[in-house]
């Protein structure tokens, strides 16, 4: 299966799990709900214990959650991957698995989703990490931070969340392999069909799949693709921490992950239209969009994702605006929904300084260029002309709020 397309990948991949019943064998994955499984003998239960090989307790894994990990490891070309309830449980158990503990030091991208700082400041941080952040295009200033003896890992994303800033992903993983750390890349906003970090010598790959691999709006779910050692370690600490993934919810982002190609094919071409519309909009003061060719990054996210397209993700901010004009742009939205999160077939619009990097001092978010009038839209998969009118209309209602 792996010398397939990507696009026949998403269609197929983890379908060995549709295991043959008495009846017939079933076209799609069965959702095997049970917590608990029987072994012909206690030596065979012993030896499930004992190798992995086998299910015997829910949070030791379970079929139908296998098959989505089998199948995102596949098309992240990776020898495996690991599942997890949350993108926020995935990226914990990254930093654990890399290395995090009392006295070691976590750099991080500075622009990175919100709740990943507050996971490092709030809650690693009080049992004594340390967290560095920079700017992740200074590669100078990565490896010097790097090179501080008690540096574990670096932690970026692909596409940064809301500010669009694309990490040189093979420049950073030379970078922090130089210097004998790991490279943690949440790549959610890329998506597998975009880019595959892993082949890339990243270490974890993590995805919140409540987003774009699952993609309908109906299911929170993470993963880490990885190399098959460090799988197993993920694995082991996952039977204490028991942040998995369930059943439904794994059928669920399998099921979605079906579509993935399709949808962001069709959401990358839409995503460059509303990326181009906007930008030629007086409204708009500046464009954060990877495919536009003042994108600083736009070059490299060009050699990256090797003409596939640039992604569905766009911020934006309104001219001269700030939270009133915001809040009267979001609600006049009439197709698009004002909601917390992305990566939907639905278009969604967040605004950043409110939702997503709230637990961020003004100040620095002000730094890292959050202002009050930053706008993330999620292009989703109706008709592009749609999606122009409803921002149209909405803008001339933030206009009417100066
Ligand atoms: N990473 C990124 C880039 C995100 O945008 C999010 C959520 O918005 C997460 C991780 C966390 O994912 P989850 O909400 O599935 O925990």
Known sequence: MADKAFETLVVHAGKEFAVPTPGGRPVTVPIDMSVGYAQQSMKALDDVFATGEGYVYVRYGTPTVAAFEHAVAALEAAPEAVAYGSGMAALTGAILGAGAKQGSTVVCARDVYGATIALLRDVLGTMGVEMVLVDITDHKVVAEALAAPAACTLVCETVSNPLLVVADVPALAEIAHQQGATLIVDSTFATPYLYRPYLDGVDYVVHSATKYISGHGDVMAGVIACNSARATDLRNRQKSLGANLGPMEAW???????????????????????????????????????????????????????????????????????????????????????????????????????????????????????????????VGIEAPEDIIADLDQALDSAQGAK
């Open 252 to 378: 669920l982002a399998l099921r979605g992950i079906r579509t993935l190609a399709l949808r962001m094919k069709q959401q990358c071409a839409s995503a460059a239209r509303v990326a181009a519309w906007l930008d030629a909009d007086p409204r708009v003061a500046h464009v954060n969009y990877p495919g536009l060719a003042h994108h600083a990054q736009h070059e490299l996210t060009a050699r990256l994702f090797a003409g596939k397209g640039f992604g569905a993700m766009i911020s934006f901010d309104l001219r001269n605006a700030g939270r009133a004009e915001v809040f009267a742009l979001m609600e006049a939205l009439q197709l698009i929904a004002p909601v917390t999160t992305l990566g939907d077939v639905y278009s969604l619009m967040l605004y950043p300084a409110m939702a997503s990097h709230r637990g961020l001092p003004a100040e620095q978010r002000k730094a890292i260029g959050i202002g009050d009038g930053l706008v993330r839209l999620s």
